[in-house]
């Protein structure tokens, strides 16, 4: 009786196809069959492809399995599942799958976010019981073993092995909501687009909404601006959707509101970003703080002038509003006098920094700009009441900082009754500490309390940006979503780099403080 030769270390391995299992179709599919029951040298191609596509889907980042290569040859990253060919090294989108495919005549294919099998002649996923084998392993254990661990192993300090466990165990739902889509232009609704995202991506107003902050379901305000703000951040974050999104109910709380201030945005001319966004805040400010009816009649205040209640403890000031100080120093006789304002959001002016020497050689930084305005006296115009002295010095601070800090640096300008942009490059950074700034830091030594300093620390959330000139201009905006940047041009989203973002053409940045970030 012959022996058969024994298998060591080296031999190599055939592939097996899985057990047939009640109720448990084979194959996923008749083309599925035909591929893994050929030649031995086919199943072991196909196995050993669908392990390297399951690799690149799980192993590394996301930017990777969701580029392809577009027809110019340059690289094409979507938002939507690309399809890496099973049969070939190629990676497709819908579109360019169909054309692979008679060109290749490759049939098989594995969807770039989970691992799912696609046949392209079902026109359909298909589940077949030894590839999904493979990929429940792969996605479950990081691994394609099926050993099982030993029982000594189960007992191993956890401190070591949670956070690789719990990074190997836990994969993103197929149809989870990720909270990034575009959204239309309507006709010169650029402004308005921006804003919205910069807030669609707010950790504060987003765990509003979406935990019923408002009650929508109860409200009774027509046209009211909390209800749109609520359908929207359902539609980015509680849907699935990625095609762009049309906030025509927006829209249409400004265009039928009874507020003179809002008759400018009911039409198609190109309006200002960081009005249209003092304008939405204080409307959701006076929404959602039960305001008085009488404050939307006919003739009401614009939101711009009236008067900011300091107790208020709405959404929006729980957000927004921080608090600035002001001293006046007398050069006579030395009476100090000071003052507190709120803030809502601080406009950095360019244009006087903008020309000086030092600046044009240098650059201009935010840092430059903070420092200008709250860190340097300046003369102002008063009269004192204890000496008449009419020469004084003016030194402004921040007293409380929000939890998100907005910054709009002042590029529009008017002069001779004309209006002009200020295109200077402006440099800003990803993390921003603002306890400079601060009263507290005067006097100070920042080594004594760094648990202060650490509380004033920003991390950059959102971008607005304003390209071309005033006439022909448009808005973009950028956005931090986990450690990914995005750009937003309307309707369009696109990855985007640190170096993109911080090459960009600011208008108005928004920082989250560290802890929310």
Wanted: glycine share 6%; charged share 20%.
């Amino acid at each position: 009786m012959g022996s058969s030769r024994p298998v060591t270390p080296a031999s190599p391995r055939v592939p097996k196809i899985k057990p047939a299992q009640p109720g448990v179709p084979h194959f996923g599919c008749e083309h599925v069959r035909i591929l893994l029951e050929g030649p031995v040298d086919i199943l072991e191609n196909t196995i050993r492809n669908y392990r390297t596509c399951m690799c690149v889907v799980s192993d590394t980042t996301p930017i990777i399995p969701q580029t392809s290569k577009a027809p110019n040859g340059q690289p094409l990253t979507t938002l939507t599942p690309n399809y890496l060919c099973l049969q070939c090294s190629a990676t497709t989108t819908v579109s360019g799958r169909i054309e692979h495919g008679m060109e290749t005549k490759h049939r098989f294919y594995v969807e770039s976010r989970n691992g799912y099998l696609f046949c392209q002649m079902c026109n359909d996923f298909v589940f077949d019981p030894t590839l999904e084998d493979l990929r429940l392993r792969k996605l479950g254990t990081g691994s394609f073993s099926s050993r099982k661990r030993k029982l000594d192993d189960l007992f191993t300090d956890a401190s070591k092995e949670d956070s690789q466990l719990m990074s190997v165990n836990t994969n993103n739902t197929p149809c989870r909501a990720s909270g990034i889509r575009g959204i239309y232009n309507m006709g010169a609704t650029c402004y308005m687009n921006v804003i919205l995202q910069s807030l669609m991506q707010n950790p504060l107003l987003r765990n509003f909404h979406l935990g019923d902050g408002h009650r929508s379901s109860e409200c009774t305000r027509k046209n009211c601006v909390a209800c749109a703000m609520d359908e929207m951040f359902q539609a980015f974050h509680a849907q699935p959707e990625t095609v762009g999104y049309s906030a025509h109910n927006m829209l249409a709380c400004f265009w039928m509101s009874k507020r003179k201030a809002y008759e400018e945005l009911a039409s198609n001319k190109e309006q200002d970003a960081h009005e249209f966004f003092q304008f939405l805040t204080e409307e959701l400010h006076e929404i959602n703080a039960n305001a008085h009816k009488q404050a939307l009649e006919d003739g009401a205040p614009s939101p711009r002038r009236a008067r900011p209640d300091s107790s208020c403890n709405c959404i929006v000031h729980q957000t927004f509003y921080g608090r600035t100080q002001s001293t006046i120093t007398c050069q006579g006789c030395g009476e100090v006098r000071t003052s507190v304002q709120q803030f809502m959001d601080l406009s950095l002016g360019l244009d006087v920094l903008s020309k000086k020497k030092s600046i044009k050689t240098t650059g201009l930084s935010v840092k430059r700009c903070l420092e200008a305005e709250y860190k340097q006296a300046e003369r102002c115009e008063y009269t004192c009441h204890n000496c008449g002295t009419k020469e004084a010095k003016k030194l402004s601070s921040i007293k409380s900082l929000p939890n998100v800090l907005s910054l709009q640096l002042k590029r529009f300008k008017q002069s001779n009754g004309s209006a002009s942009k200020i295109e200077t490059k402006v440099s800003f950074p990803l993390k921003l500490d603002m306890y400079p700034y601060t009263n507290r830091a005067r006097g100070q030594d920042l080594k004594q309390n760094p648990e202060l300093a650490r509380g004033c620390t920003y991390e950059l959330q959102s971008v607005v940006v304003h390209v071309g000139n005033l006439e022909t201009g448009h808005y973009i905006s950028y956005s931090r979503v986990g450690n990914q940047w995005f750009k937003f041009n309307d309707h369009n989203v696109t990855l985007a780099s640190k170096s993109d973002v911080l090459n960009s053409e600011a208008f108005i940045l928004f920082y989250v403080i560290q802890s929310l970030a």
